[in-house]
């Protein structure tokens, strides 16, 4: 990458979030309907302060901040920047607003592209890998700004819509099954082009052979989840799980709801009746185990999908701007389908360091290494992933109980079936 190609890319990556946000009222970017959320201004003004930390600050001649308190309002979680504002309590903040946001956006792109300008090859050289981690950054945000938004725009009784239209599910076919080989394999980033530093290093792991189910599990085939009485049945549940179903009265995934004995679903293009041949999303860890369980199966470790998505093609519903939802399957092909796009898919595997793992030195380094505990990894992307922003070697991460992000399941079973 050069200073022309990063620049290129610098005004890519920032049109498209702004694109994201553009079809919100001010009004819509300062709610936070959840402490788990953010308001969709907060992400367009956090992603231009990591520009702003991490490439201005030490490497702009005179450089001074934009505004002093931004530092504080927009810093997310690197506790050696300094203080940041309490994350329950970015949606009380209603100025700086929307606007002034764009204002400060604008100033951070100007500063960027003229620090590009004029940099030489050497500073260059050592400022590529982080410009590169802010691209990363900024379309890992972009994602949250969707979820985030769906959440908010589900709790108003107007039901109002973000952008898109449905999708017409397929008629669903008989799940397949396809044969893994096991063995000693390697896993984690291959090298050759961006990763984050939770995909290294690369390391060997021995793997029995295995089957993955070819596609994601449908609303319809949940529904049979359901009325069999999977969320009324413990023995199906891991025990913190059956914990927040008691405790929350679980009874159907996040943003469905019935009326009348019919199911609908929320979206960010609005509420329709349950589609049965679409994958099932917003599934907490806890419900992708459970269903696992009642079927007989499992979830699969984070390196037998690994393993298995590394000989197909980075392709699939992904960054979906026609529907912003997951989509049907698709005929049967023989081989695995959906690896990439429509869900985030729920991995057997908590989030930990590979073997050898070491943080980057400062700041930077509590990009990831922190949350090394009490989350699970999720693999693939979703229909609301930047296309160029996923790979097989990919490790996303979240929480057992969260239901908000776009993740679903895909089974796994054991050994080679006649």
């Known amino acids: 990458m050069d200073t022309t190609t990063a620049i290129a890319r610098f005004d890519e990556v920032r049109a498209d979030t702004e694109r994201l946000a553009a079809p919100l009222s001010p009004e819509d970017q300062t709610v936070q309907s959840m402490p788990d959320a953010s308001p969709t201004k907060w992400h367009r003004a956090h992603v231009t302060w990591f520009f702003e930390t991490f490439v201005l600050a030490e490497n702009e001649p005179g450089f001074a901040p934009f505004q002093d308190k931004y530092w504080f309002l927009f810093n997310s979680y690197y506790e050696q920047v300094g203080p940041r504002y309490a994350r329950p309590m970015r949606g009380v903040i209603s100025r700086p607003g929307a606007y002034e946001v764009g204002d400060y956006r604008r100033?951070?792109?100007?500063?960027?592209?003229?620090?590009?300008?004029?940099?030489d090859e050497g500073t260059f050289a050592k400022l590529a890998p982080t410009i590169e981690l802010g691209f990363h950054h900024e379309q890992q945000h972009q994602e949250l700004l969707l979820m985030d938004i769906k959440h908010v725009l589900s709790l108003n009784p107007l039901q109002p819509t973000y952008a898109g239209l449905p999708a017409a599910g397929d008629g669903t076919d008989r799940l397949g099954w396809v044969d893994v080989d096991g063995g000693l394999v390697e896993i984690g980033s291959e090298g050759g082009g961006f990763c984050f530093d939770n995909e290294l290093p690369r390391h060997q792991q021995w793997l029995e052979p295995y089957r993955l189910a070819d596609r994601l599990i449908t609303n319809g085939e949940w529904l049979e989840f359901i009325a069999d009485g999977g969320y009324r049945r413990p023995e199906l549940w891991l025990s913190d799980g059956w914990a927040r179903v008691t405790a929350e009265g679980w009874e159907a995934p996040f943003y469905w709801r019935q009326a009348d004995g019919e199911w609908f679903e929320h979206t960010l293009h609005g509420t329709s009746p349950l589609d049965p041949g679409l994958p099932v999303c917003h599934l907490s860890h806890y419900e992708a185990d459970a269903y696992a369980t009642w079927a007989g199966k499992r979830l699969p470790?984070?390196?037998?999908?690994?393993?298995?998505?590394?000989?197909?093609e980075v392709a699939g519903n992904l960054a979906d701007r026609d529907s912003f939802h997951?989509?049907?399957?698709?005929?049967?092909?023989?081989?695995?389908?959906?690896?990439?796009?429509?869900?985030?898919?729920?991995?057997?595997?908590?989030y930990l360091p590979y073997p050898g793992f070491h943080p980057a030195a400062g700041a930077i380094g509590e990009y990831n290494g922190k949350f090394m505990s009490s989350q699970m990894v999720l693999r693939g992307g979703c229909a609301l992933t930047p296309p160029g922003h996923t790979r097989a070697s990919y490790r996303n991460f979240f929480p057992p109980g969260a239901r908000w992000p776009v993740t679903g399941l895909r089974l796994a079973d054991d050994g080679r079936r006649a």
Do not use: I, K, M
């Not at 470790?301 to 197909?312: L, N, Q, S, V």
């Open 301 to 312: 470790t984070e390196a037998e999908w690994e393993h298995a998505a590394r000989t197909y």
């Open 326 to 350: 997951p989509r049907a399957a698709g005929p049967a092909t023989g081989g695995l389908r959906q690896l990439f796009g429509d869900c985030w898919e729920w991995t057997s595997s908590a």
């Open 107 to 119: 100033n951070v792109d100007d500063r960027v592209r003229d620090l590009l300008d004029r940099v």
